[in-house]
T-cell receptor, first 112, second 114 residues
Framework: DTGVSQNPRHKITKRGQNVTFRCDPI?????LYWYRQTLGQGPEFLTY????????KSRLLSDRFSAERPKGSFSTLEIQRTEQGDSAMYLC??????????FGDGTRLSIL | AQSVTQPDIHITVSEGASLELRCNYS??????LFWYVQSPGQGLQLLLK??????LVQGIKGFEAEFKRSQSSFNLRKPSVHWSDAAEYFC????????????FGTGTRLLVSP
């Protein structure tokens, strides 16, 4: 059973640099979600894809953030000009229609 | 606005003792409710879900939860805790805005003492 895969698991970067994360969902899942989790908090919704279409973006997703899901398979989340406040765990989840979401192990981002 | 409250930040339970983790939600319609568990450095694993029907739902690893509409609660229970249950537990409600957006509580960290 291949679950949701996220790479890298950890990313350390200097403030002002750009970073990109990748998420490979469960193969038959048509929906893909990104969440952000800061220390001591529950995950917060960032954005949602139905196949290749990005259908909703949270207000948390500033214009420095961009997400894509070309061809409706894997997804990438890019953060430009990183700031200290971007330090968090970035979680990806996927689902088949309205079935429960399955989460990956996340990418932990640390900004120096 | 829809929200989930987990009033207990930390709970310590002796191994073999029973467990109840509290969750209260605020949502106008009939909620879809979930409990997820997260081990350190890991993603979230689904323990159980409530969509409709029987208000007592069974999940994996011996967990169960009971939906009580009158109390707006969905508490998680386990009759006998194992050391491997030590983790962070999150309650979540689906906000159905055309897709299933999850709104999570802040989590309860479970510590298991020998």
């Amino acid at each position: 059973d291949t679950g949701v895969s996220q790479n890298p698991r950890h990313k350390i970067t200097k403030r002002g640099q750009n970073v990109t994360f990748r998420c490979d969902p469960i193969s038959e899942h048509n929906r893909l979600y990104w969440y952000r989790q800061t220390l001591g908090q529950g995950p917060e919704f960032l954005t949602y894809f139905q196949n290749e279409a990005q259908l909703e973006k949270s207000r948390l997703l500033s214009d420095r953030f961009s997400a894509e899901r070309p061809k409706g398979s894997f997804s990438t989340l890019e953060i430009q000009r990183t700031e200290q406040g971007d330090s968090a765990m970035y979680l990806c989840a996927s689902s088949l229609n309205d079935q429960p979401q399955h989460f990956g192990d996340g990418t932990r981002l640390s900004i120096l | 606005a829809q929200s989930v409250t987990q009033p207990d930040i930390h709970i310590t339970v002796s191994e073999g003792a029973s467990l109840e983790l509290r969750c209260n939600y605020s949502y106008g319609a009939t909620p879809y409710l979930f409990w997820y568990v997260q081990s350190p450095g890991q993603g979230l694993q689904l323990l159980l879900k409530y969509f409709s029907g029987d208000t007592l739902v069974q999940g994996i690893k011996g967990f169960e939860a009971e939906f009580k509409r009158s109390q707006s609660s969905f508490n998680l229970r386990k009759p006998s805790v194992h050391w491997s249950d030590a983790a962070e537990y999150f309650c979540a409600v689906v906000v159905n805005t055309g897709f299933q957006k999850l709104v999570f509580g802040t989590g309860t960290r479970l510590l298991v003492s020998p």
